[in-house]
T-cell receptor, first 110, second 113 residues
Framework: GQQVMQIPQYQHVQEGEDFTTYCNSS?????IQWYKQRPGGHPVFLIQ?????EVKKQKRLTFQFGEAKKNSSLHITATQTTDVGTYFC??????????FGAGTQVVVTP | SQTIHQWPATLVQPVGSPLSLECTVE??????LYWYRQAAGRGLQLLFY??????ISSEVPQNLSASRPQDRQFILSSKKLLLSDSGFYLC????????????FGPGTRLTVT
């Protein structure tokens, strides 16, 4: 079955630094979605990527969908304490089923 | 605008007691509805999803069941709770004209003692 893997599981970042989290699927995806869950909160939808090679930006966040539509990345520049939380990718297959990755837990050190 | 409600926010229940968690969605029609469970510090495990009234698909065998008595109401139940049922239960909805992006409720933190 479809599997979505995220790395790293944990990311410790100094405030002001950049980091990237990666998402890989065992199968080709229809689209990939990214969610953010703040500590103690619920996942919140961030963005959806649909096209091969697509790149989207939200302020300091850059999302990319691979050419083969099997991988994605989230790059955050100049990390702030407000970026703390767990970032989940979720891949949707052609049947509409969404498979979440295990998430990358981000800790920011001031 | 659409909103999703879940209650209760927190729940402490003894082993062997029944469970009923409710989720309702407002502002949309015929949504897909989902129940997830999240263990502390872990990812999201899809438990059930529903594409319409009375239509429930189970993702994993377990001690829980789900029902959808109305279009925008989704209920998670158990007849007898186990310790392993503890976790953060999240309800979510999606619709095709929004690309099946999922919107989560605030969740219920269940502790089985």
């Amino acid at each position: 079955g479809q599997q979505v893997m995220q790395i790293p599981q944990y990311q410790h970042v100094q405030e002001g630094e950049d980091f990237t989290t990666y998402c890989n699927s065992s199968t080709t995806l229809s689209n990939i979605q990214w969610y953010k869950q703040r500590p103690g909160g619920h996942p919140v939808f961030l963005i959806q990527l649909v096209k091969s090679g697509e790149v989207k930006k939200q302020k300091r966040l850059t999302f990319q969908f691979g050419e083969a539509k099997k991988n994605s990345s989230l790059h955050i520049t100049a990390t702030q304490t407000t970026d703390v939380g767990t970032y989940f990718c979720a891949g949707q297959n052609s049947w509409g089923k969404l498979q979440f990755g295990a998430g990358t837990q981000v800790v920011v050190t001031p | 605008s659409q909103t999703i409600h879940q209650w209760p926010a927190t729940l402490v229940q003894p082993v062997g007691s029944p469970l009923s968690l409710e989720c309702t969605v407002e502002g949309t029609s015929n949504p897909n509805l989902y129940w997830y469970r999240q263990a502390a510090g872990r990812g999201l495990q899809l438990l059930f999803y529903s594409v319409g009234i009375g239509q429930i698909s189970s993702e994993v065998p377990q001690n829980l069941s789900a029902s959808r008595p109305q279009d925008r109401q989704f209920i998670l139940s158990s007849k007898k709770l186990l310790l392993s049922d503890s976790g953060f239960y999240l309800c979510a909805w999606s619709v095709p004209d929004r690309g099946y992006e999922q919107y989560f409720g605030p969740g219920t933190r269940l502790t089985v003692t």
